[in-house]
């Protein structure tokens, strides 16, 4: 029993720590903000899923963001973008555990990055619009965005963002599945059961 936990724990801190890796490998999109950048932090998160359950997909996150914010600090003093990238992940990963635990397949996974790209699209664009864009201009003392600007900077910018994330995520969490099918389906079996 100890050794399963033991590890579960070393396999998450290893997912953490490539997440974190990863993370630093970030690009904006063009002609949308350059705030908004692409990573690929969230592929470990959704091997832990795949592996150990929604528990050790969270904790990959949270690995993932504590580090990337002792390693690179933060503009606004306060880990707003973490707390953001945090946020976006768990509502990318939980629809894809919820589905792809139902139908272990690759369609299954399919389906489950879908509704993970649609529910990080519309989550974070609630989630910016209500949290996020009011605390970044709260702690980088900027004027409080609002009306037209702040519909716009949602619809035509944070919105299309996670969708083409989520898309890209997708196309490579599918890659990844195809070549580690059978470790994702061993690690499953020793460490869930």
């Known amino acids: 029993m100890n050794n399963k936990k033991l590890r579960k724990m070393i396999l998450m801190a290893m997912l953490g720590s490539i997440g974190t890796i990863l993370m630093q490998f970030n690009f ?51 880990p707003v973008g973490e707390i953001a990238n945090f946020t976006t992940g768990v509502l990318f990963i939980m629809p894809i555990y919820f589905i792809y635990n139902k139908f272990r397949s690759t369609k299954g996974l399919a389906a489950g990055l879908i509704a993970g790209t649609v529910a990080m699209a519309v989550g974070m664009s609630v989630l910016n619009y209500v949290l996020f864009l009011p605390m970044y201009t709260y702690f980088l003392n900027m004027p409080v965005m609002s009306g037209d600007a702040l519909y716009s900077m949602i619809v035509l910018g944070i919105l299309p963002f996670n969708l083409i994330k989520g898309i890209i995520l997708m196309a490579v969490s599918l890659l990844l599945f195809k070549s580690m099918k059978k470790w994702i389906a061993q690690q499953r079996t020793q460490l869930m059961a």
């Open 28 to 78: 904006p999109l063009p002609a949308l903000p350059s705030f908004l950048k692409i990573d690929f932090g969230e592929i470990p998160a959704v091997i832990a899923i795949m592996t150990m359950g929604p528990v050790a997909g969270i904790a990959v996150e949270l690995i993932k963001n504590v580090m990337h914010w002792f390693l690179s600090g933060s503009p606004t003093g306060v």
